[in-house]
């Protein structure tokens, strides 16, 4: 098993925004992807993440309010269905910390190299949208390598 | 043991300097930190990379020109002293590719999920730096998190 981790922390102080920005259609589509559709304020709810080329589906499947989001992915690329991807919220000071995970992918492939910094991609369009009002989803996302 | 994973593709027909920029002085002080001492271009060299807030001491421990890079931490903070860090490239199409690994971890501290991220970002300064000319090396890198 091999897991993605990553920590950012957004200049806010409310970490109510980013637990919003993680479990409605409305600011995921902002950070993400803007191809994205449900709601993830519920426990058991689907949210369809479409991109370019291809897309997940996820589960919501724990949420703490505002300090804890858990997803499972049910539909996507083979390397993806199964993994766990799991955000933890906390102040501090001036800055909310996203400690970030994806966890239990069966091989470190390749893919699993570039999914993780693009995750880190993503993120910093998070601490964007959260800090400037403005994130760089799917499709206006930076591109890092010849799979995007 | 943990491992941070990473890929990015630099648009560029020439692995040769994306290995340089791996292996000299003036190459590592581009993109990683502007405070670089030691050349990495042969194999039990040390490298002193130095940032605002510490640094490292690294060991070139495996050299396989233009293709693969291997260093050792020597001096740091205790979480990296002991790691490897890796580097392979090849060219795709118009892309060199760079599979990165920073790997043995002892521990999946928080501490290393802020490395993840932060190595990401200075991933794409290096294909900044090759693609443009321009990297955004420390002290003049994409700030993170408090951690910075």
């Known amino acids: ?22 479990t409605t259609r409305h600011g995921l589509a902002g950070w993400w992807t803007s191809n ?8 058991g709810n689907i949210i369809e993440f479409r ?18 989001v858990g997803w499972v992915v049910v539909a996507g690329p083979d390397e993806w269905v199964g993994t766990t991807i799991t955000w933890e919220l906390k102040q501090e000071g001036e800055y909310v910390i996203v400690l ?12 699993m190299h570039h999914c993780s910094t693009k995750w880190a991609i993503f993120l910093m369009s998070l601490k964007s949208l959260i800090e400037t ?9 930076v591109k890092i390598d010849n799979w995007n």
């Not at 950012?8 to 919003?20: F, H, M, N």
């Not at 994205?36 to 426990?43: A, D, K, L, R």
């Not at 991109?51 to 804890?68: M, N, R, W």
């Not at 995970?101 to 470190?108: G, M, S, T, Y």
Request: without cysteine.
């Open 133 to 141: 009002g403005k994130g760089t989803p799917d499709p206006i996302d």
């Open 100 to 111: 970030f995970r994806h966890l239990n992918w069966k091989e470190p492939v390749e893919f």
């Open 1 to 22: 098993m091999a897991d993605i981790l990553h920590r950012i922390g957004i200049k806010s102080s409310s970490i109510d925004d980013v637990y919003q920005a993680l």
């Open 51 to 68: 991109f370019g080329a291809g897309g997940f589906d996820i589960k919501v499947s724990e949420l703490t309010a505002p300090t804890y």
């Open 36 to 43: 994205t559709q449900g709601e993830g304020n519920q426990v």
